[in-house]
């Protein structure tokens, strides 16, 4: 059974640039959220993309968007970055209506550096 | 809007105790609430959840949930230096998104 992976593990870009990240789930998940973790703060849920439809949205401009796949695997995509985007970015996946209940199983981030 | 309140530590505690790390939180219907560990850039790693109020045990971990006063706990048993990490308090309701606390810092001390 494979894990959630995540690419890519690092990256830097320049204020006012787009990124894209990118989420592979965990095999026979369906369901994916992506969420932002500052230094020294709790993650902060972003949104959650079932059956490629974004089911659920956090507290985060329209500058981030997502697009989830046929196979499950997903992307966060943030436009015009600024510095305040600078973070861990971690994605999760899990069963529809098993997940939440038994938590998420996350991927091993993406540290984002916004400069 | 669900909070979910932790210390920010950092809390040490010497080889061989007990670690306790607490969490409150403002929403009466949260349903199911979750512990993970966090070291230091690495992505939080699920330890326990509960559900339902009392105590559950896993190894050196024990949950303990009081939903009237609001108040979540893990206890860490026989601590030890590879313990030291930054604790995570999550819960939701229902189907509903994970909301995460800010994270306690343990230090175990050797």
């Known amino acids: 059974e494979t894990g959630v992976t995540q690419s890519p593990t690092h990256l830097i870009k320049t204020r006012g640039q787009q990124v894209t990240l990118r989420c592979s789930s965990q095999s026979g998940h369906n369901t994916v959220s992506w969420y932002q973790q500052a230094l020294g703060q709790g993650p902060q849920f972003i949104f959650q993309?079932?059956?490629?439809?974004?089911?659920g949205r956090g507290n985060f401009p329209p500058r981030f968007s997502g697009l989830q796949f046929p196979n499950y695997s997903s992307e966060l995509n943030v436009n015009a970055l600024e510095l305040d985007d600078s973070a861990l970015y971690l994605c999760a996946s899990s069963l529809a209506g098993q997940g939440a209940s038994y938590g998420y199983t996350f991927g091993s981030g993406t540290r984002l550096t916004v400069v | 809007q669900k909070e979910v309140e932790q210390n920010s530590g950092p809390l040490s505690v010497p080889e061989g105790a007990i670690a306790s790390l607490n969490c409150t939180y403002s929403?009466?219907?949260?349903?199911?609430f979750f512990w993970y560990r966090q070291y230091s850039g690495k992505s939080p790693e699920l330890i326990m959840f509960i559900y339902s109020n009392g105590d559950k045990e896993d190894g050196r971990f024990t949950a303990q949930l009081n939903k009237a006063s609001q108040y979540v706990s893990l206890l860490i048993r026989d601590s030890q230096p590879s313990d030291s990490a930054t604790y995570l308090c999550?819960?939701?309701?229902?189907?509903?998104?994970?909301?995460f606390g800010k994270g306690t810092r343990l230090s175990v001390i050797a």
């Open positions: 999550a819960l939701n309701s229902g189907n509903t998104p994970l909301v």
């Open positions: 929403d009466r219907g949260s349903q199911s």
């Open positions: 993309y079932y059956r490629e439809e974004e089911n």
